[in-house]
């Protein structure tokens, strides 16, 4: 019903930049809830960056003051501009969608939870 389609990974030096994409398309009458997760090797899925459904921002601690996360409602786009990037923020970087309004026939309906495929960041020099 939905896609998520994450673009924008790649290999980047220390104190670099970078700016992922995530596109959903399917049968969407509106987005809701949508962000930004990361899994390193051998670690946990954590929350990176998240539009909450009221339409605000959430950001872990540790990229404060340096990812900023970004939409485009009219595209069902988010992004997530990455500056000062560190080693340690290699990862796979997955894209959320969280209960999306669909078409649904007479009515529209709330969907599911949707990840996309991942894009690799690795920080490095």
Do not use: H
Request: net charge positive; hydrophobic share 35%; glycine share 12%.
């Amino acid at each position: 019903q939905v896609q998520l389609v994450e673009s924008g990974g790649d290999l980047v030096q220390p104190g670099g930049s970078l700016r992922l994409s995530c596109a959903a398309s399917g049968n969407i009458v509106r987005m809701n809830a949508m962000g930004w997760y990361r899994q390193a090797p051998g670690k946990q899925r954590e929350l990176v960056a998240a539009f909450t459904s009221g339409g605000s921002t959430n950001y872990a601690d540790f990229v404060k003051g340096r990812f900023t996360i970004s939409r485009d409602n009219a595209k069902n786009t988010v992004y997530l501009q990455m500056n000062s990037l560190k080693p340690e923020d290699t990862a796979v970087y997955y894209c959320n969608a969280d209960r999306p309004l669909l078409y649904g026939g007479l009515f529209n309906v709330p969907g599911g939870i949707y990840w996309g495929q991942g894009t690799q960041v690795t920080v490095s020099s």
